[in-house]
């Protein structure tokens, strides 16, 4: 597994398409690795995962891209990334999968997840019998979000931490962000507009299952994979 980090060049034309348009975005990211066979799913078999995130520090928009392969940001347009002259590194890129590796049940971690807690209605079967697929809606509110949460954690292999001083109040936030919209086409002449309410979790967790956590790591965490929803990110936490 490798962990690219991108910084964006606000000025650049197609930086602003793409910040307007998860689908563009999602065209761009995936630009960076080889074609695979007609009708393959590039995204899911190459374990693309990605957050747009803004740094809180200096400002710059930055994206970090997990995926099975190693990509090629060679391939991004002249300009796209920002000049930094070097320091930091851009784009930069590790290997990552030697830290997967070594996860272990009961080891704790301080995790971010960008993600589009939703649930689906209208599920009842149709007339011939067959349950229908349903449609996604969001939810709406900080309970009812880390309800969904934990769930995925359940499935996930791990569990959220709660605070010392109230072992019933997690040790996690869950801020709105906005929504994230795209244009995605649908037949010759037409485009379906997709829009999806996003939500970024920062807390802590531990892991219960460790093959499942790395199953969580690696597949991402909820719908919306495709448009820099689901990565889950985890990095030691502070003393």
């Known amino acids: 597994m490798y962990l690219s980090r991108l910084i ?23 630009a960076a690795f080889p074609d695979l066979p007609s009708g393959a799913e590039a995204r899911a078999r190459l374990g693309v995962l990605y957050r747009l995130e803004i740094e809180p520090r200096t400002g710059r928009t930055i994206i970090l891209v997990q995926s099975r392969q190693m990509p090629d940001w060679s391939r991004l347009a002249p300009g796209y990334l920002l000049d930094t002259g070097g320091d930091p590194e851009n784009p930069a890129c590790k290997e990552i999968s030697h830290v997967y590796a070594r996860i272990e049940p009961g080891m704790v971690f301080a995790f971010r997840l960008q993600a589009n807690p939703t649930r ?18 969001e939810l709406v509110g900080e309970e ?20 010392r001083a109230n072992p019933v109040v997690l040790s996690v936030t869950a801020v709105p962000g906005g929504k994230l919209i ?32 790395r199953t969580a790591l690696v597949e991402g965490i909820g719908p919306g994979k495709a448009y820099g929803l689901g990565l889950l990110s985890i990095a030691r936490p502070a003393e």
């Not at 398409?17 to 975005?25: E, H, M, N, S, Y």
Request: hydrophobic share 40%; proline share 3%; charged share 30%.
């Open 8 to 30: 964006l060049n606000p000025r650049h034309r197609a930086v602003r398409r793409d910040l307007a348009d998860c689908q563009a975005l999602h065209r761009t990211i995936m």
């Open 120 to 137: 689906k209605i209208d599920t009842r079967s149709g007339p011939d019998g067959r349950r229908r697929n349903g449609r996604r809606v």
């Open 144 to 163: 009812a979000q880390l309800d969904w949460l934990r769930r995925k954690a359940a499935a996930s292999g791990f569990e959220l931490m709660t605070v």
């Open 182 to 213: 795209g244009l995605h086409p649908d037949g010759l002449d037409s485009v379906r507009r997709m829009t999806f309410a996003v939500v970024r979790f920062d807390g802590l967790l531990r892991v219960t299952n460790a093959d499942r956590f």
